[in-house]
């Protein structure tokens, strides 16, 4: 069974930078593509951006592109979201997500079958 922990939100201010990381377990994990995703009150959940099982490929939403950035690191099965010059537009709650496909990188939440927590990201102006 796959779990995955998120950690490092928090409180920042406008143009700011933070890093997720999530924690993934479990049999196969390597082989996964791991996605974040972002859900801001009364908003539909939104995919952020993908890294496939290998590292090698990232995806984004527009909205961040230039800003974010994923990584993982497949020896500690630790997948990141570098998060710069963060806006108050993206407060949100983030979830990481995997998806067994493990390549393309999936863009729609139903395409991810394991999720986690989530974390709070807020960001005052």
């Known amino acids: 069974q796959v779990k995955l922990v998120e950690s490092g939100g928090g409180l920042v201010q406008a143009g700011d930078s933070l890093r997720l990381s999530c924690a993934a377990s479990?049999?196969?994990?390597?082989?996964?593509?791991l996605g974040w995703f972002r859900q801001a009150p009364g908003k539909e959940r939104e995919f952020v951006g993908g890294?496939?099982?290998?590292?090698?490929?990232?995806d984004y939403a527009d909205a961040v592109k230039g800003r974010f950035t994923c990584s993982r690191d497949n020896e500690k099965n630790t997948v990141y979201l570098q998060m710069n010059n963060l806006t108050p537009e993206d407060t949100a709650v983030y979830y990481c997500?995997?998806?067994?496909?493990?390549?393309?990188?999936?863009?729609?939440?139903?395409?991810?079958?394991?999720w986690g927590q989530g974390t709070q990201v807020t960001v005052s102006s």
């Open positions: 997500a995997a998806d067994s496909a493990g390549w393309p990188i999936a863009t729609k939440s139903h395409e991810y079958e394991n």
């Open positions: 890294v496939s099982w290998s590292g090698m490929n990232a």
């Open positions: 479990g049999r196969g994990i390597s082989s996964y593509a």
